[in-house]
Structures are given as C-alpha cells and as structure tokens.
C-alpha cells in the first residue's frame, strides 16, 4: 500500500516518420520492448486531456517534471535539482538543472516552467489540474532558479508537481504537443499507427543517453481480455500493465512470465449523473449503491483484486476513514428509498460502457443487482473516445462505471462544471478548509469530513479500490512494483 508519509518529505492523427533509435547495446542483448495497453490515448499531450491512457506513454518518457514521482509514492529530483520549502508551506524555491534541452533544440530554463504553468492556468486550459495551476504565481530568479508562490496549502504539492498535468512544454511547439510531442524525456515519437500501436524512440542528445537500455519501445493498444492473453502467450507482447485480472491465472504458473500485484489510488464508480433526474434526488442515488453488492462486482469484475470503498478516497491514503457502512448493500433499503422518492418503477437507465474489460464485465454484473430493486439498465458499450467526448466532455450519460486513478481529486467534486453534475456549497466550503489548513491532524479531521459527506449525499455508488496486475516476460526488469501514477518508465526498463 502507497504511504503518504513519503509524500510529504520529499485523435485522428497522421504518422510522422520513424526516427532512428540509438545503437543497439552488446550484439545479441535485447534493446527493444513491446508493452500492450488496453485503451489508445485520444492524444499525446497530458495537459489536454483527462485520459490516463495519454500519461501511459508519454509521461517521463518523452515529456518530464520538475519532480519525478516513484513506485513507492516518494518524490525525487527530475529537472528540478532540488528545492526548498517554507514553513508555512505557501513558498517553493526550485533549482533547476543545467545544460538540459528540449528535443527540438531549445533550452531548458526557468522561463519554460513558468510558460508551461501559466498555460496550465490559462483560460483556454483544459488541463484538468488547472485550478491547482490558477492558484500559483511563478516568478523567474534567473535561468535556472524560481520560485513559485502558492495560494493553498497543499502538502501534497511536490507529489503534485511530478504529475503528467505538470510538464514542462517547449513555448514554441506547445500548440502542437497533442500530435506531435517536444520534451526534455529520454524518447522521441516514432511513429502513431492510428488504433493500432504508437512507437518511441530513444534520443541520442538526452542528458543521460548512455543509460537508456530500452532504444525502442512499442505500445500496442489490446482491449479485448482474450486477445491480450493471446498476445502475451505468443510473445507478441513483452509486457502488459494493468492487464484484466481474469487472465491472471493463466500467467502465474508459467516460467516464462512474472505477475506483479499492485497497490493503487484508483477509485473504481458507479458515476452518476447528478444533474439528472430522478437522479438529481439524493434518494435515488442511495437506492442504486444500497443495491449493489461490493463484494460481488469486485469478485465478477476484478477477479477479486480490489478493496470495498464507502467514498472517493482509499484506505492507505493520508485521512481516510472506512465509509462502507454508509451506504451498504441493503435490497430493502434500495426498494424503500426509491418509494420514498416516488419512482414509478422499473425506472429505466443507460448505463454507458468504455472498452476496458472491468467495466463491460462490471456492467453486466450491476445490471442484474439493479434489476433486484426495478431498476432496469440498458448497457451501452462505446470506444474510449466516444465515453471522453460523450460522456467525459458533453454529460450525455445516466450511469458510467469507470475507474478515477488520480491519486488526489477531491477537488473534482467542488468544479461546478464536471461531468457528475455534483453541486455542494458545503462540500466546496469544506474543500477550501482542506486546501488552507496546515496542521496535518485538522487536514485528517476534515478529510474525514469531507469523505463521509460525499458518502452520505451518495454522489456516486463507490464500489472499490482497485488492485493493478502487470504481467510480463520473465527477463524484463525495472517494472514498478506499486503504482501511485499511471506511467511506463522506460528509462528504468532492461533485459536480463
């Protein structure tokens, strides 16, 4: 499980041309690596797009962070050499590392970074952090020192800033990062074949060049649960991370590949509408999650790896408090409560389905705990880009069942504009506390606060903390072994 504590110390797109990878390492030793994913991004820049299938393959490889978040959930230098902190947690001060360039020749300095910070505030930002970025003032020493100034106290800001939403962009080429990515990383795009692969080369003028062991590097996109097994079985796939649990068993036993479990701060939901009616009425909202078994989806959907949730928040994580007992399964409670609120039943509900298998397999299962109380589900499935622009974008939802990876986004339910049409002045009173209290114990108090009422106004139906399984072929080392973020870091990829 991820600790906190160590937070606080420290689209229709064209292919460009194939870039030519460094020289291959000692003739016979593997310097290539296939990984298969199961959504493709809708693009490649981070700070455009909610997706964390974007992040997957670019975060750290070709784009980079003043601060690198690792396995373990700790904070390290990445081009921010080092830092200082005040004591009231409001001041940052950033020495930044010399002689780095961006892959189109520019420099690296302390004007990039306030460029990329200031476009994430921007008003044409769509970064999904930006309110983080709106309350930062970032002013420039000299070429290599800033400091940045912060309106709310966040503890958590240095972990913030190693986040794919906090790249730094070259000013020149930022307008066209979605297609055709410029950063400080270890790999340049190869090539994007359109709903099939997209490729990074390694770049020969990075800063640490002679390290990089991976000099090419293939992400195949895999939603289906029986062709990613296919895939891996035939060695087409070197790696598979977050591969669908049902394939698991398959894997573990046999010598050619290695599973890996890991800790998350998913938050796997029954999304919902809350701008909808009947949906708008908290009643109706509790019926559905009393209706759902936890347990049941999690052993259906996640072949048992995950962990119930009560509330937008997992356990391992700094104030969490256990919620389940708010909303529990209860059919006669769900039936009652939708009495209450003068549901002529069945009540019919869309319940809209992105690709990955947890969902499809998930959907089926809540559509059959639904149907216990007269709540009878039509299953939409649609492709990623349609459940971004459909459902992520323009609202055009009932219900969506999709797993939340951000490690720290309660402040989704205080924007008046998100895609769950929740609107609290309370919960928004509550969140601005946490954002400007100091005390780590007042912080816990309110986190706790803040997580029960969100159980109780039963926002969504919370169903579990999900646990990631990476499967992969024996010899591959460097594979994280918790998962804090969604990365693939291909710089600490090797063969044996």
Do not use: C
Not at 15 to 34: E, I, M, R, W, Y
Not at 217 to 233: E, G, H, K, N, S
Not at 249 to 273: D, E, H, M, W, Y
Not at 412 to 434: C, H, R, T, V
Request: glycine fraction near 6%.
């Amino acid at each position: 499980m991820i600790n906190r504590r160590h937070l606080l110390t420290t689209g229709a797109l064209a292919s460009v041309p194939l870039l030519h990878p460094l020289t291959g390492l000692a003739q016979g030793k593997k310097d290539s690596v296939t990984l298969a994913l199961t959504l493709e991004p809708p693009m490649l820049d981070p700070t455009a797009s909610a997706a964390s299938s974007v992040a997957e393959i670019v975060h750290y490889n070709i784009f980079e962070t003043l601060t690198k978040i690792n396995s373990d959930g700790s904070v390290s230098p990445m081009l921010a050499e080092s830092w200082e902190v005040s004591p009231d947690l409001k001041t940052y001060t950033f020495r930044l590392r010399k002689g780095v360039k961006f892959q189109n020749g520019e420099p690296f300095n302390a004007q990039a970074v306030k460029f990329s910070f200031e476009r994430a505030a921007s008003d044409k930002s769509t970064n999904k952090d930006k309110r983080t970025f709106a309350s930062m003032k970032v002013s420039v020493i000299d070429e290599h020192q800033l400091v940045i100034l912060t309106q709310e106290i966040d503890p958590d800001f240095l972990f913030v800033l190693g986040q794919a939403t906090a790249i730094i962009v070259e000013p020149k080429s930022a307008a066209t990062n979605t297609t055709k990515p410029v950063g400080t990383g270890p790999y340049k795009l190869g090539m994007w074949n359109k709903g099939a692969s997209v490729t990074l080369v390694a770049w020969p003028q990075y800063r640490d060049a002679a390290k990089i062991r991976i000099h090419r590097a293939t992400f195949r996109f895999i939603p289906d649960a029986a062709a990613q097994v296919a895939a891996l079985m035939a060695g087409d796939v070197d790696a598979f991370p977050r591969a669908t649990p049902r394939s698991v068993p398959q894997f573990k036993n046999n010598a050619r590949f290695q599973v890996l479990v890991s800790g998350s701060r998913a938050k796997t939901i029954v999304a919902i509408n809350n701008a909808r009616k009947p949906l708008d009425d908290a009643r109706v909202r509790r019926a559905i999650a009393a209706a759902i078994d936890r347990k049941t989806v999690i052993e259906g959907a996640a072949e048992g790896y995950g962990v119930p949730i009560g509330s937008h928040y997992v356990p391992g994580a700094f104030g969490y408090v256990d919620t389940t007992g708010i909303n529990p399964h209860d059919v006669d409670k769900a039936k009652k409560l939708l009495a209450e609120a003068g549901v002529k039943l069945p009540l019919e509900l869309t319940m809209t389905l992105p690709p990955a298998p947890y969902a499809r397999q998930g959907g089926e299962i809540i559509a059959a705990e639904l149907a216990k109380v007269g709540i009878k589900l039509k299953l939409q499935n649609v492709e990623w880009a349609q459940w971004l622009s459909g459902t992520y974008t323009n609202k055009s939802y009932d219900l969506t069942l999709i797993s939340h990876v951000e490690p720290f986004d309660l402040g989704n339910f205080a924007k008046p504009d998100y895609y769950w049409g929740y609107k609290s002045e309370q919960f928004n009173q509550l969140y601005d506390k946490i954002k400007n209290t100091p005390r780590p114990a007042d912080r816990a108090r309110l986190l706790g606060e803040a997580q029960r009422l969100l159980a109780e106004d039963s926002v969504h139906a919370f169903l579990y903390q999900p646990q990631w399984v990476t499967v992969a072929s024996k010899g591959l080392r460097g594979l994280w072994k918790d998962m804090p973020i969604f990365v693939n870091d291909l710089a600490a990829l090797s063969w044996a």
